[in-house]
């Protein structure tokens, strides 16, 4: 116990997570700080490119382990933790059924930043990870929201008529957006450029990126609180259920993570990926899918209430408990 | 020079439609539209805004130029199409001196 405070307080000190809290206070004093959006942009480019270079320079070094088995095991996990979140809601009667079909979507799925937070908790403590999470993250992103979509047509029946154009739209927003493209497009471009390649890049892609890591974490905290504040229609129970459903997720992670034969390193990360809740991809396709949703609920749980709380919290405890599982 | 009556169809909707809001006028014979991104505001969907990490709360508007009867089978249909979306629509009267591009 007193092991996991004490990381998570160093994780609490860290720059990163610092400038997360700076940008939250900014958005609760009200400030103008505005981290512009294209600014935005780029940085998210940047850190999508950076980390699928990483897993996949890390997939070159020390080789697959067993990919199909882990790939597999990353679009199950992906399929089925909708249902555990949609059987949650339901059960605390949180909310209706179409809302708890999208917020479940968004917890089957997966945060990319939350993913790049870890791997630099990882980093700080010299704690190597296989680079086969990346792709594994790749394949938990889409799985999830076509299990939302089937949950939410029990309760929607014959009234969710959707038109040919509407969902090869759809269809193309989840597997051509451009935060997947550049991660997988990364990923493949470390591997094929394995070591040597990849130090060309290195003072770009490797030493400037905590930096980075930490502009980006101020927008987040930013906007995360803005959203926050903003949200209506959140209960008590609602966010009862964003603090509770990421541990939960976290369990699932780890028996999968035992089940691979994942070292440390390997199980916090999917333990955090199970743990972390889409606010991008997820939140689009359910606009464009499941418009009857309420996106207030769906984007404010997810980015405002799990989101810092696997940054601040999640992940130092996630990575304890891999430490006792897998160490 | 000979004033030709056109109706202007508007229609502010958010982002994510936009696609399938262009793809829906074209099919009418639509000969041409415009696309103003990122605009916010507020409406019956909440507050509409930009500078959002998710583009869920951001709206476009697409202007188009068409005869009456197609503008007016747009906005008839519309209310079904756009019912669950934040999206709003409506006609105006202008005047081109072009007919043959509207």
Redesign the interface.
């Known amino acids: 116990m007193a092991e996991i405070l004490a990381l998570a307080g160093a994780n609490l000190l860290s720059p990163m997570v610092l400038c997360f809290v700076l940008g939250a206070v900014a958005a609760v004093i009200r400030s103008d700080l505005?981290i512009?959006?294209a600014v935005?942009k780029g940085l998210a480019i940047y850190l999508m490119l950076a980390i699928g270079m990483k897993g996949g320079l890390a997939l070159a070094k020390t080789g697959g382990g067993n990919v199909a088995a882990s790939l597999a095991m990353a679009v199950a996990l992906s399929f089925t933790l909708p249902v555990l979140a949609y059987a949650v809601l339901r059960a605390m009667r949180a909310l209706g059924p179409v809302d708890a079909a999208a917020v479940s979507a968004h917890y089957g799925s997966v945060s990319i930043v939350t993913f790049v937070t870890a791997v630099e908790f990882l980093g700080a403590r010299s704690t190597p990870y296989d680079g086969i999470l990346v792709a594994m993250m790749a394949a938990m992103e889409t799985p999830a929201i076509v299990t939302g979509l089937l949950l939410a047509r029990r309760s929607l029946g014959a009234s969710a008529p959707k038109s040919p154009?509407?969902r090869s739209?759809l269809l193309r927003?989840v597997l051509a957006n451009g935060s997947i493209v550049v991660l997988i497009g990364g990923f493949v471009i470390g591997w094929a450029a394995g070591p040597s390649g990849m130090k060309k890049v290195e003072p770009f892609m490797v030493d400037i990126y905590n930096g980075m890591l930490c502009l980006f974490l101020l927008?987040?905290g930013l906007?995360a609180t803005r959203?926050l504040r903003?949200a209506?229609g959140l209960t008590a129970r609602l966010i009862a259920f964003a603090l509770v459903m990421p541990p939960l997720n976290a369990a699932i992670g780890f028996a999968a993570a035992c089940l691979l034969g994942f070292g440390v390193g390997s199980t916090a990360l999917l333990a955090t990926l199970c743990a972390s809740a889409s606010?991008?991809a997820v939140?689009?396709a359910m606009?464009?899918a499941l418009?009857?949703a309420r996106?207030?609920i769906y984007?404010t749980l997810s980015?405002g209430v799990t989101f810092p709380f696997n940054v601040a919290i999640g992940i130092p405890l996630y990575f304890a408990i891999a430490e006792r599982l897998a160490g | 020079m000979d004033i030709h009556r056109r109706k202007k169809i508007e229609i502010v909707v958010?982002s994510?439609?936009v696609?399938?809001v262009v793809?829906w006028l074209v099919a009418h014979g639509v000969k041409g539209y415009t696309t103003v991104p990122k605009v916010s505001g507020f409406g019956r969907q909440?507050?509409r805004q930009?500078?959002?990490?998710?583009?869920?709360?951001e709206n476009t508007l697409v202007i188009a130029i068409a005869p009456e009867e197609t503008a007016r089978l747009i906005l008839a249909e519309s209310v079904e199409r756009l019912r669950?979306?934040a999206a709003i629509v409506y006609l105006s009267d202008v005047e081109v001196a072009r007919p043959d591009h509207f």
Do not use: K, N
Request: proline letters at 11%; aromatic letters at 6%.
């Open positions: 505005e512009p959006e935005a154009q509407r739209h927003e927008d987040m906007v959203q903003s209506q606010y991008i939140p689009a606009r464009l418009p009857q996106p207030a984007i980015l | 958010e994510g439609m696609p399938d793809e909440g507050r930009t500078e959002e990490i998710s583009r869920v709360f669950d979306y």
